[in-house]
Every structure is written in structure tokens, then in C-alpha cells.
T-cell receptor, first 116, second 114 residues
Framework: GAGVSQTPSNKVTEKGKYVELRCDPISGHTALYWYRQSLGQGPEFLIYFQGTGAADDSGLPNDRFFAVRPEGSVSTLKIQRTERGDSAVYLC??????????????FGAGSRLTVL | AQSVTQPDIHITVSEGASLELRCNYSYGATPYLFWYVQSPGQGLQLLLKYFSGDTLVQGIKGFEAEFKRSQSSFNLRKPSVHWSDAAEYFCAAQSMEYGNKLVFGAGTILRVKS
């Protein structure tokens, strides 16, 4: 597609529930990133995929967080047993190849998660 | 560990005045450097980037940034601010030394007075 698409744009859930957030990257982009942005802070790295595999998942805060990218395109961030502290905007970005696109991340509008 | 610091949480300037937003980085080697802008409810938009070469880089919307190795800085500037520039600005750095992840500063909120 023309840009990075994230769904849902807003999600309200109750503490303890399971949540899935979806990211549809720019067509042809092989690298995909997830970030979390809490109120008043800069985006915080969670995980990075190169193709289907997680190249770096060092930013995932704990084992309640998991992400997949089974076909090397769409990715899903999964959060189990949500806690109020998980409330944030979850940003997805994809990275193009070639000289002009290398090392430049294009971000989606984000999915705002609110855990009550 | 690698880090990006934006010392100013908020900055207020008058419309038409010049602007400088500060950014410092702490990396072993010079990373790639970026400035992004985020308007309320919007995604992050890339303003400009520095990979190598000319230390003064031009970006979109009339912004420019200057890389200074001696100061480990990459400050963003604009000669004349417009009301539509009010937003939050993030400096970011990326280096293969620390994997390929983009590390962001905490952001600077720009307010423009009319």
C-alpha cells in the first residue's frame, strides 16, 4: 500500500484481557519495527523483523508481549493478560531498501491502547 | 549504552521568529541521525536525515539540521516559524553498532505564539 497501515486505531480493553494489534507495512519493505509510545515520552523500541524472523526482540518488556510476521509482510503484536501500564500508543514502521530508502523508517499512525 | 538527549521539553517561539531545537547523542561511532515531527493524532513524519558528507542537511517544510561531531550534536533549525509548525519534534539515531534499531529522544514540544 501507499503507507503503513495500523489497526485498530483505538482499542479499549479491560485489565487481564488479550489484545492483538495489526500492522500492514509498505509493500515490498522487508524490515518492520514495533515501538511503544507512552504519554509524554519518545517512542521506545520493542521488536524488529527482517523478513519473517525477529532480528531483535530486546525491547519486549516481558513475556506477555509477543509479535509475529509469518509471511514477511503483515505483523501482529500480541499482548496477553493486559495491565494498566500497557496503555500507550503502539507504533509500527517499515523500512525500505535501495539507496534512497535505506535506513529510513516510515511510521504508521499508531494504535492507541487503553487498559481499564 | 547508546542514547539520544533532547534537553528542552517545551519551547515557545513567536510566529516568524527563528527556531533551534537541540539534540545530543551518545554512541561509540557516529550514528545515522534523524529528525521526525509528530502532530497531535498523527504518525511520525521524517523531516530530514544525516548519513555522511555535508554536515548541513536540508529537509522538508523549510527545516535544516547541522551535524557537529565535536559536540555530538544534531540541532534542528528553521529561520522563520509558522503557526503550523506547532508539534512535537523527535531526534533519533541508528547504528549497526547497536543493531539496527532507531533510538529516539524524549521529544521537544514546540508551541508557536501568534
Amino acid at each position: 500500500g501507499a503507507g503503513v497501515s495500523q489497526t485498530p486505531s483505538n482499542k479499549v480493553t479491560e485489565k487481564g484481557k488479550y489484545v492483538e494489534l495489526r500492522c500492514d507495512p509498505i509493500s515490498g519493505h522487508t524490515a518492520l519495527y514495533w515501538y511503544r509510545q507512552s504519554l509524554g515520552q519518545g517512542p521506545e523500541f520493542l521488536i524488529y523483523f527482517q523478513g519473517t524472523g525477529a532480528a531483535d526482540d530486546s525491547g519486549l518488556p516481558n513475556d506477555r508481549f509477543f509479535a509475529v510476521r509469518p509471511e514477511g509482510s503483515v505483523s501482529t503484536l500480541k499482548i496477553q493478560r493486559t495491565e494498566r501500564g500497557d496503555s500507550a500508543v503502539y507504533l509500527c514502521a517499515s523500512q525500505g531498501g535501495g539507496k534512497s530508502g535505506a535506513n529510513v523508517l516510515t511510521f504508521g499512525a499508531g494504535s492507541r491502547l487503553t487498559v481499564l | 549504552a547508546q542514547s539520544v538527549t533532547q534537553p528542552d521539553i517545551h519551547i515557545t517561539v513567536s510566529e516568524g521568529a527563528s527556531l533551534e531545537l537541540r539534540c545530543n547523542y551518545s554512541y561509540g561511532a557516529t550514528p545515522y541521525l534523524f529528525w521526525y515531527v509528530q502532530s497531535p493524532g498523527q504518525g511520525l513524519q521524517l523531516l530530514l536525515k544525516y548519513f555522511s558528507g555535508d554536515t548541513l542537511v536540508q529537509g522538508i517544510k523549510g527545516f535544516e539540521a547541522e551535524f557537529k561531531r565535536s559536540q555530538s550534536s544534531f540541532n534542528l533549525r528553521k529561520p522563520s516559524v509558522h503557526w503550523s509548525d506547532a508539534a512535537e519534534y523527535f531526534c533519533a539515531a541508528q547504528s549497526m553498532e547497536y543493531g539496527n534499531k532507531l533510538v529516539f529522544g524524549a521529544g521537544t514540544i514546540l508551541r508557536v505564539k501568534s
